[in-house]
Nanobody
Framework: QVQLVESGGGLVQAGGSLRLSCAAS????????AGWIRRAPGKEREFVAA????????DYADSVEGRFTISRDNAENAVYLQMNSLKPEAPAVYYC??????????????????WGQGTQVTVSS
């Protein structure tokens, strides 16, 4: 199995930036599609971004397109989410997750096999 540990969350003002990191252990990261999925209190999980096994393919939710960038470093077994131009929103926990299947399923949180503990992001107005 794979263990995932997120870090980098916190409180940031609107318009600011934050960089989330995800450290993986147990298996080499290149085996998996990697994604970031968030959940706000009282709401269901929401797909944020995903990146293919070799980093060539990326996809983003419409709400973050153009502001967030997902990246990975397979040699370091790490996934990152650079968040720029942050908007004031309800606090959300961002989870790093790994997918064992095909790319077409990457926007569905239920299809991810491995999850980290999450890191909270709060954007103040």
């Amino acid at each position: 199995q794979v263990q995932l540990v997120e870090s980098g969350g916190g409180l940031v003002q609107a318009g600011g930036s934050l960089r989330l990191s995800c450290a993986a252990s147990g298996r080499t990261l290149i085996r998996y599609i990697a994604g970031w999925i968030r959940r706000a209190p009282g709401k269901e999980r929401e797909f944020v971004a995903a990146i293919g096994r070799d980093g060539a393919s990326t996809d983003y939710a419409d709400s973050v397109e153009g502001r967030f960038t997902i990246s990975r470093d397979n040699a370091e077994n790490a996934v990152y989410l650079q968040m720029n131009s942050l908007k004031p929103e309800a606090p959300a926990v961002y989870y790093c997750a790994l997918h064992t299947g095909i790319w077409s399923r990457h926007t569905n949180p239920s299809t991810y096999a491995y999850w980290g503990q999450g890191t909270q992001v709060t954007v103040s107005s």
